[in-house]
């Protein structure tokens, strides 16, 4: 019989009861026992769900992130955070956000860095390591979900990520080598895989997604070495992989000393069978067969006809699953009681996705007879899906072969457009401004909600948004910014909202997925070819800069980030789609440059989260990304200027690639990093200005004056100073006003003394 099981479940609850919770208690509105048992029952509720596998993943439920989760299981908690007071939570949030509930003081505890989780939009906070460091096995957290799993009836596979994956995931404070501390980390896995035995469990999911990556031999060497030392474990190990292929890692994994692998068969399908021949016969091979990446429908009969002769060949050697965990999908596609019926039924949440491996399971155990009613349904669905008028357009297709070389490329070369753009504007040097949104306040959230509800005209409507962003203009204005924002108040999500006003899109009401803590995003679904039907931001624009004469921001997002940031739709490539949304922001920014916006910012958040995992392949990445954002941003004159914004990613490597983009401003995040993306402007000669975040919005913490000057002078050591902008390294939707005014505040403050100064 084959063995079904999981590599992980959304943590957030069907209707983000964690992030209810968790915001909940970060204010002091309710315990940390009351937070308990709401992570207790959504555990609970998630073991429920998965019940019908053969093994349930345990573990993969975290308050916050399941990196600083392992930093903590294995005692690895910078000194910063050690050397202050308070339980062991404390230190917990203190890492993850820069604040514990308990604090009471606006000073700054440095967060953890942050960053993408390989090539996902779910963000990690970055282990670190320096000469002091050392590991402390501390597994409290993980027994106790095993324990409340078993005695709940769970048939519990704990998950962990590797000691390997663990080093490479994090980064080195000074000049400590992260392979040197690998022998004193092995010997606290093999306790905890002790501790894991005597509790009765028999299989542990041991994540190493670095396989799938291109690594160095010392990395390679270091993967025999784990093993090697954990041969002995008294558990199996199932070798977990997944977002990519092996290459030329695949005879390092299959030949490592564990008793199972599990590789992604929906991106690493053509290596399937050179596993299977090279796979020792006594090992269990596990393959991703579900997509956990997407929501579209398995083509059942179809993943049947291919792995078939799999299972004949193996049989009980055979273990499948989704292809990673299913953190980056919605909960429950039962929920859409909204959704357009025609393409709810091309869909599968988390939830369905077990239900489609069950139903592959029975087929390979009882033959397809025994679940043929169920293949003749989903055969159906995906049929109507190839055959629906809904999915291509024509005349996409004809603005498509329109396209030429010329619309990608400005009027004049980026010295002469700063000529120009430093005449009109007049800005002071170290101009400020920030990222674009301002705080989403419940009233704001209740406007809107009350509009999609029809409980409110659209006169109503637009009075009380019109009502918002002059609030937020006010504010701007007594806080003295020089480039201001309208605050994005009519503005759900930076991606949900533009979807809403393109064709060849559908949105869910419940489908949120985790990004951090307890940010959720709610992915669209891109479904069909993508037009513009009509200007999606100019009137909200125009409003907000007829309520001052300082120049007003044009806030759109780029089409990398909307590609990005959607389930996209899997009958085409992604460029393909990319460039159809590229023509549609390109239509907005000429129509923001009609109505008189002399400063529009694109972003691109998403940008590097896109690039593949291998080098080897992000210049064809690149090139189609790069492409796609000038074709949205260059069809203006040498007089509007063009900013772009990205935050929370490794952007060192492909500074090159972000210069071809040739926007006049860029906006970057650096705050919690400490400026250490500078290094690559000393490297590198970036060629036009620069805003490197200097204010870290994603924690409570309010930056002081002396913090900003102290990163404003670092950076000016690697930016000329007449290049440089001061800004947040985000936006600032997830803040509160007493958090927001202060803390610009102090920007500007720093701003000018740095004036006063040069």
Known sequence: MVTTHNLGFPRIGPHRELKHALESFWKGSSTAEALEQVAADLRQQNWQSQSHLN???????????H??????????????????????QDAYFRLARGRSPSDTCQCCTAAGEMTKWLDTNYHYIVPEFDAQTTFRLNAARLIKQVQEAISQGVTAKPVIIGPVSYLWLGKSKDDTSRLALLDQLLPVYSQLLNQLHELGIKWVQIDEPALVTELESGWRHAFHLAYHHLKSSPVSLLLTTYFGQLQENLQLACELPVQGLHVDAIRA????????????????????????????????????DWLEPIYARLQKRLWIAPSCSLLHVPVDLASETKL?????????????????????????????????????????????KHRSARVHNPAVKQALSNINDSMSQRQSAYPERARIQKDLLNLPKFPTTTIGSFPQTQEIRQTRALYKQGKLSEDDYRQRIKAEIKVCVDQQEQINLDVLVHGEPERNDMVEYFGEQLSGYAFSDFGW???????????????????????????????????THKPMKGMLTGPVTILNWSFVR???????????????VRAEVQDLETAGVGIIQIDEAALREGLPLRRGQWQTYLDWAISAFCLSANGVSDQTQIHTHMCYSEFNDIMPAIAKMDAD??????????????????????????????????????????????????????????????????????????????????????????????
């Not at 996705?353 to 009613?373: C, F, M, P, W, Y």
């Not at 307890?518 to 800069?545: F, H, L, N």
């Not at 899997?570 to 549609?584: F, H, M, S, V």
Request: charged share 25%; proline share 5%.
């Open 55 to 65: 093994y349930t993943p345990v573990g993969d439920f975290s308050l916050y992130d």
């Open 67 to 88: 990196v600083l989760d392992m930093s903590v299981t294995l005692g690895n908690i910078p000194a910063r955070i050690h050397q202050l007071d308070g339980s062991e």
């Open 269 to 304: 399908r053509d290596e399937v069978h050179k596993v299977i021949d090279w796979l020792p016969q006594h090992k269990v091979l596990s393959l991703g067969i579900i997509d956990g990446r997407n929501i579209w429908k398995n083509d059942l009969n179809r993943t049947l």
């Open 340 to 384: 357009d019926a025609e393409i709810t039924s091309w869909l599968s949440f988390a939830i369905q996705k077990l239900t489609e491996l069950d139903v592959i399971a029975q087929a390979l155990n009882h033959g397809r007879e025994s679940v043929a009613e169920t293949l003749n349904d989903n055969q159906q669905a995906i049929d109507r």
């Open 513 to 547: 997925v985790q990004s951090y803590g307890s940010r959720c995003v709610k992915p669209p679904i891109i479904y069909g070819d993508i037009t513009r039907e009509k200007p999606m931001t100019v009137d909200w624009i125009k409003y907000a800069q007829s309520l």
């Open 570 to 584: 899997d009958d085409q490539p992604r460029d393909l789609t990319c460039k159809q949304i590229a023509l549609a």
């Open 665 to 758: 401003v860029i906006t970057i995040e650096t705050s919690r990093s400490d400026m250490e993306l500078l290094d690559a402007f000393d490297e590198f000669s970036y060629p036009n200005e620069i805003g490197p975040g200097v204010y870290d919005i994603h924690s409570p913490n309010i930056c002081s004056e002396d913090q900003v000057v102290d990163l404003l002078r670092k950076a000016a050591k690697s930016i000329p100073p007449e290049r440089l902008w001061v800004n947040p390294d985000c936006g600032l939707k997830t803040r509160s006003w007493d958090e927001v005014t202060p803390a610009l505040a102090n920007m500007v403050r720093a701003a000018k003394k740095l004036r006063a100064e040069s």
